[in-house]
């Protein structure tokens, strides 16, 4: 996933390497696609964890333009933005965020979470691992 940038607003380092949440090429497309179709350059992606869901923790995710918060990190990938707030990052550090369509959906999901031990069949929530938290 080369072209990959990192950053943080309010001074806080973006993490790197496997600690940064990557955007495939595809979401990263997918996202192009709704900002032309909004007319709107400054929308964002937004993943964010909560409580909840048949796994423990469901992943949210929100195509919003909404200025980010001062603890939000974003990730970049071909120009697009991916944020994720940092309480949320400590369960998708080192995830990758792709956009998948089949027969029944058509949606981004985190495709590879070092930080779950199972999730659910349908990929919208997972368990965290233990042993980070």
């Known amino acids: 996933l080369g072209g990959a ?3 943080a607003l309010g001074g806080a380092a ?6 940064a ?4 090429e595809r979401g990263a497309e997918r996202l192009a696609a709704l900002q032309k179709a909004k007319k709107n350059d400054g929308l964002m ?11 423990g923790f ?3 995710f929100d195509v919003t333009d909404t200025p980010p918060a001062e603890d939000d990190l ?9 944020v994720v707030d940092e309480t949320s990052l400590e369960f998708v550090k080192g995830a990758t965020v792709d956009f998948t369509e089949d027969l ?6 985190v495709i590879d979470n070092p930080n779950a031990e199972a999730g659910c069949g ?12």
């Open 21 to 24: 949440v990557r955007l495939t």
């Open 104 to 109: 029944i959906r058509r949606s981004f999901e």
């Open 58 to 60: 469901t992943y949210v």
């Open 14 to 19: 973006a993490p790197e390497g496997d600690q």
């Open 5 to 7: 940038a990192w950053r």
């Open 74 to 82: 974003i990730f970049e990938q071909l120009g697009k933005k991916l």
């Open 45 to 55: 992606l937004r993943l964010s964890v909560e409580g909840g869901g048949c796994s």
């Open 122 to 133: 349908c990929g919208a929530s997972f368990a965290a691992k233990m042993d980070g938290f």
